[in-house]
């Protein structure tokens, strides 16, 4: 090879190399822009003083899909009124309106899960709500797509669709309506066959509610006995592995299906914090025994569960 040739090859790696670099550059630089931009629509929305700035986080073209209250809404005018924080009738009982548990950011699209805190509604109390929010970002770094699964109480939803999930429950099996609820993880193991012994991924104090609701939606939280410890401040100095976060907490939601002449529960993941389930059919072995859940062949995995509301 002549010096020229050399030169010329020397020239393109290099110039290789600078747009790898500036890409990566450039998708790092995006993550932490979207990181920054949802953490302070979240903690605009937790502090609920400031609406106007709370609304500059949506782009005119925002699209809200409530799927357990069944609203849709289009655009940022109607969606001010969906918000409506200036409504008499609705009062906060905590300083911070909810509670943010863990949060996955792929690409423009952000998963959120938490829970809003009690409240009152035309003065009747209400308990802290899980949610599981899914923000969609343009390259402005505004919110085009919202989509809620909130885990409201009954009394709670419009009389509409109080009145389809009636009419849901009236073509239920047993099992299926004996399902419907919140249910709180009280054991989470899986069999190790070199050890023999049972191991528990989340620790033995494993955290976490299974919600099963009458349209057929489901959210799973899942928390470790010892969650990660590190401030707000340090998140972004402390380096963690994908593992690590996905052991310290797990999240996602969907639809699921009953199989009850072979015991089978699917989960049908449309998203949440762990990305290989999503856009998949999770089938498990199940079986209730009163207010008590089972899951799982209780041979290599179980998660057992009681009902608590």
């Not at 970002?137 to 999930?165: A, R, S, V």
């Not at 429950?169 to 012994?197: C, H, N």
Request: proline share 3%; net charge negative; with cysteine.
């Amino acid at each position: 090879m002549n010096l020229k040739n050399g030169m010329k090859t020397n020239t393109k790696y290099i110039a290789v190399c600078f747009l790898f670099l500036f890409a990566c550059s450039s998708r790092e630089s995006n993550d932490k822009k979207i990181r920054k931009r949802v953490s302070g629509y979240f903690e605009t929305y937790q502090e609920r003083k400031d609406f106007s700035s709370f609304m500059e986080y949506y782009d005119d073209s925002i699209v809200l899909i409530d799927i357990i209250n069944g609203d849709s809404i289009a655009g940022k005018e109607a969606l001010s009124n969906f918000f409506n924080w200036h409504n008499p009738s609705l009062k906060g009982l905590s300083d911070d309106a909810l509670i943010v548990e863990t949060q996955t950011i792929e690409g423009n699209r952000v998963v959120t899960s938490g829970y809003f805190t009690e409240f009152e509604w035309n003065d009747t109390k209400f308990e802290a709500m899980d949610f599981i929010i899914v923000h969609v970002f343009n390259d402005d770094f505004k919110i085009i797509e919202q989509i809620d699964w909130i885990n409201y109480p009954q009394n709670l939803l419009t009389p509409k669709n109080q009145n389809d999930l009636d009419t849901l429950m009236e073509g239920e099996s047993e099992s299926e309506k004996q399902l419907v609820g919140t249910w709180k993880l009280i054991e989470l193991a899986d069999f190790d066959p070199t050890s023999k012994r049972w191991i528990y991924p989340f620790g033995k104090g494993a955290q976490g509610h299974f919600t099963y609701t009458a349209g057929n939606i489901v959210t799973i939280n899942i928390f470790n006995e010892i969650p990660i410890n590190t401030s707000k401040d340090s998140i972004n100095k402390v380096l963690f592995s994908f593992e690590d976060i996905l052991l310290n907490s797990a999240a996602y939601f969907g639809e699921y299906s009953i199989d009850e002449a072979n015991g089978i529960l699917t989960h049908h993941v449309k998203g949440g914090a762990v990305p290989w389930y999503i856009d998949t059919n999770q089938s498990r072995p199940f079986r209730l025994e009163n207010d008590t859940l089972y899951i799982g062949d209780m041979v290599n995995w179980k998660r057992i569960l009681i009902k608590v509301d």
